[in-house]
């Protein structure tokens, strides 16, 4: 029987709790003193009280630690502070997981492994579903006409830009995806949809009422902003700073959402089973020493 502990977390990480309990673990939490489980293996740890050294796996939560090693839950009115004396008390064996990583992250851990989540094609492609719903709820509600046959224009043709267009093309939008490469231009034709090399974006991007940009990099930059219609609708999806230069679209009047953390907003239950199957599916290679 494997122990794991879970520190912080948020929505999604109580579809995780339960996933490892029906496996049959130990599931030690920190950061949890708001809910109540009652289950002979779920066990609610205070801070100090936590022991590391039987721990074969820590999980941390989708955005992982600060700088300084905090951890922050949303059933827990206290942060916890991770730190290398902690997992340095681990077994060997010890996997950490995580959603994303940093520098203190990364040089903490030492000789155990860290799995990032968030990094895996897996967890990407099957978090884009509920990515792009979201995004087709937030285009609905910020909008006062209907999606089907608005002009829409996606930024990307990734693991979440694939699905973000195909999405969109289903309910009716005239869909234009911008990319780099000829590969995806033919993929995008196959599809029905509209490509659109980057290098032409400045051409085309006044003709579309709703932009989705999935780059992560600055790409709506204040040259591009310029040429949008100030009534465009922008949603950007990428990870923080995002790939819109939002103060300019301020100044131009344009409403630009920076939409960060969509499953675990909209649909925790969903998000937390695509993250809790792939940690138990990860936890069956973990041999104890």
């Given at each position: 029987?494997?122990?794991?502990?879970?520190?912080?977390?948020?929505?999604?990480?109580?579809?995780?709790?339960?996933?490892?309990?029906?496996?049959?673990?130990?599931?030690?939490?920190?950061?949890?003193?708001k809910i109540s489980f009652e289950h002979p293996t779920i066990f609610t740890c205070k801070h100090a009280d936590a022991d590391f050294s039987i721990m074969d796996a820590i999980i941390l939560p989708v955005h992982g630690t600060t700088n300084e090693g905090k951890v922050t839950s949303a059933y827990s009115d206290e942060d916890f502070t991770l730190n290398k004396d902690m997992i340095a008390k681990t077994p060997t064996h010890c996997v950490i997981y995580t959603g994303t990583t940093n520098d203190f992250l990364n040089e903490?851990?030492?000789?155990?492994?860290?799995?990032?989540?968030?990094?895996?094609?897996?967890?990407?492609?099957?978090?884009?579903?509920?990515?792009?719903?979201?995004?087709?709820?937030?285009?609905?509600?910020?909008?006062?006409?209907?999606?089907?046959?608005?002009?829409?224009?996606?930024?990307?043709?990734?693991?979440?830009?694939?699905?973000?267009?195909?999405?969109?093309?289903?309910?009716?939008?005239?869909?234009?995806?911008?990319?780099?490469?000829?590969?995806?231009?033919?993929?995008?034709?196959?599809?029905?949809?509209?490509?659109?090399?980057?290098?032409?974006?400045?051409?085309?991007?006044?003709?579309?009422?709703?932009?989705?940009?999935?780059?992560?990099?600055?790409?709506?930059?204040?040259?591009?902003?310029?040429?949008?219609?100030?009534?465009?609708?922008?949603?950007?999806?990428?990870?923080?700073?995002?790939?819109?230069?939002?103060?300019?679209?301020?100044?131009?009047?344009?409403?630009?959402?920076?939409?960060?953390?969509?499953?675990?907003?909209?649909?925790?239950?969903?998000?937390?089973?695509?993250?809790?199957?792939?940690?138990?599916?990860?936890?069956?290679?973990?041999?104890?020493?």
């Amino acid at each position: 029987m494997l122990n794991v502990l879970i520190i912080g977390g948020d929505a999604r990480y109580l579809e995780i709790i339960e996933g490892l309990r029906k496996k049959g673990a130990n599931v030690f939490l920190i950061g949890y003193e708001k809910i109540s489980f009652e289950h002979p293996t779920i066990f609610t740890c205070k801070h100090a009280d936590a022991d590391f050294s039987i721990m074969d796996a820590i999980i941390l939560p989708v955005h992982g630690t600060t700088n300084e090693g905090k951890v922050t839950s949303a059933y827990s009115d206290e942060d916890f502070t991770l730190n290398k004396d902690m997992i340095a008390k681990t077994p060997t064996h010890c996997v950490i997981y995580t959603g994303t990583t940093n520098d203190f992250l990364n040089e903490a851990v030492a000789n155990r492994k860290l799995e990032v989540l968030f990094a895996r094609d897996d967890i990407a492609i099957y978090n884009a579903i509920p990515t792009a719903e979201a995004t087709l709820q937030l285009a609905i509600e910020h909008t006062d006409y209907t999606i089907h046959g608005s002009n829409v224009i996606v930024l990307g043709f990734g693991r979440v830009g694939f699905t973000v267009a195909r999405l969109f093309k289903h309910v009716g939008a005239n869909v234009t995806v911008c990319v780099r490469n000829s590969a995806d231009v033919a993929r995008i034709s196959e599809m029905g949809m509209n490509p659109l090399f980057v290098t032409n974006l400045h051409q085309e991007i006044e003709h579309n009422e709703l932009c989705i940009n999935t780059v992560p990099h600055l790409l709506l930059d204040r040259n591009l902003i310029t040429k949008m219609n100030p009534k465009t609708l922008v949603i950007d999806l990428a990870s923080a700073p995002g790939g819109t230069d939002f103060e300019s679209a301020k100044d131009r009047g344009i409403h630009a959402i920076h939409a960060l953390g969509l499953p675990g907003k909209t649909a925790p239950k969903t998000a937390g089973q695509i993250i809790a199957n792939t940690i138990i599916s990860l936890m069956e290679s973990i041999e104890k020493q």
